[in-house]
């Protein structure tokens, strides 16, 4: 693990992506590096890239915000920067920061679902995976499952 010192963790609503932060100031701290947690704003096409997103932006920057705790607890005073951006697709431009960052490893959060016959992550978890100049850790949150029916009353 020495080779992860520079450290992106993508920052999503959910647990799973307070977890991949958590992962990632715990990987960064073993190796002497630091993490950048990164929150990317999904523009709508028929807008403008640049146009202003108050409200994302807000929610954006809570989401840094709890990133941030839970890495600075895991961290160990590890050194955590923040960033957001704004962007068409969150998975090209979380492979693009990567690569301008030339960061180690991405660690990103899932919150995985099992449809029939098949275990799906979610369209940008599918393009970092597939497209990303380093390595990539998955912190998966549990899935969710079915209470196990009650057992029957025992008849006398």
Wanted: hydrophobic fraction near 55%; glycine fraction near 10%.
């Amino acid at each position: 693990m020495a080779g992860f010192r520079s450290i992106l963790a993508p920052v999503a609503p959910g647990d799973a992506s307070l977890d991949a932060a958590a992962l990632g100031a715990a990987l960064a701290r073993q190796a002497g590096g630091a993490l950048t947690l990164l929150y990317v704003i999904e523009v709508d096409r028929r807008l403008p890239v640049t146009a202003d997103m108050e409200l994302e932006g807000r929610r954006g920057e809570e989401l840094l915000r709890r990133a941030r705790a839970r890495a600075e607890a895991a961290g160990g005073g590890v050194t955590i920067e923040d960033e957001m951006l704004q962007a068409r697709a969150a998975g090209p431009a979380i492979v693009e920061a990567a690569a301008a960052r030339e960061a180690d490893a991405i660690v990103l959060g899932v919150a995985a679902s099992l449809l029939p016959g098949r275990f799906a992550v979610g369209r940008t978890a599918e393009h970092v995976l597939g497209h990303a100049p380093c390595a990539v850790w998955i912190a998966r949150a549990p899935l969710e499952r079915a209470a196990p029916a009650a057992e029957p009353a025992a008849r006398p």
